[in-house]
């Protein structure tokens, strides 16, 4: 694959990440105003930075994989998927920790939606684009 065209497609993955993430907080802050969830805010804001940066992160080291190793694209995938799950894992313990056991339904209901969401954007995404950095 040409490194032009693996640089436009890790652009628009994070380009479409950002924007994902970006259209699930606007919705989340009108759900917050229409039905007064004020207590819900820093559960949008804590899952809007972690999908950004999980979206931004994934299409850079994609494309930087794509281009040098696209024999080991599988194995980033596998890897992704693992880094996902572990950083995860480790912003609803910080969250805990932080915002203590009383506030972690709502967290965590906020969070999947988010999570879910950039689990279907890779998902997809990468569907769409699977010959990129094959061998043929």
């Keep these: 694959m040409i490194d032009k065209n ?3 497609l890790s652009w628009n993955y994070r380009k479409q990440g950002i924007g994902l993430v970006g259209a699930l907080f606007l919705m989340g802050l009108l759900l917050i105003n ?7 805010l820093t559960a949008f804001i804590t899952s ?4 950004l940066i999980i979206e931004f992160a994934d299409g850079l080291v994609w494309g930087k994989v794509a281009r040098k190793a696209a024999d080991n694209l599988t194995n980033f995938f596998m890897g992704v998927s693992i880094v996902r ?3 995860a894992l480790l912003m609803i313990l910080i ?3 932080i915002a203590g056991r009383a506030a972690m339904f709502n967290f965590l209901v ?3 939606c988010f999570y879910l969401a ?19």
């Design 118 to 136: 950039i689990i279907l954007h890779h998902t997809l995404f990468f569907r769409k684009h699977a010959d990129v950095g094959s061998v043929n």
């Design 85 to 87: 799950i572990l950083s």
């Design 34 to 40: 229409l039905l007064h969830l004020e207590n819900i």
């Design 48 to 51: 809007t930075v972690y999908g």
């Design 6 to 8: 693996i640089d436009h």
């Design 110 to 112: 906020v969070f999947a």
């Design 95 to 97: 969250y805990y920790m």
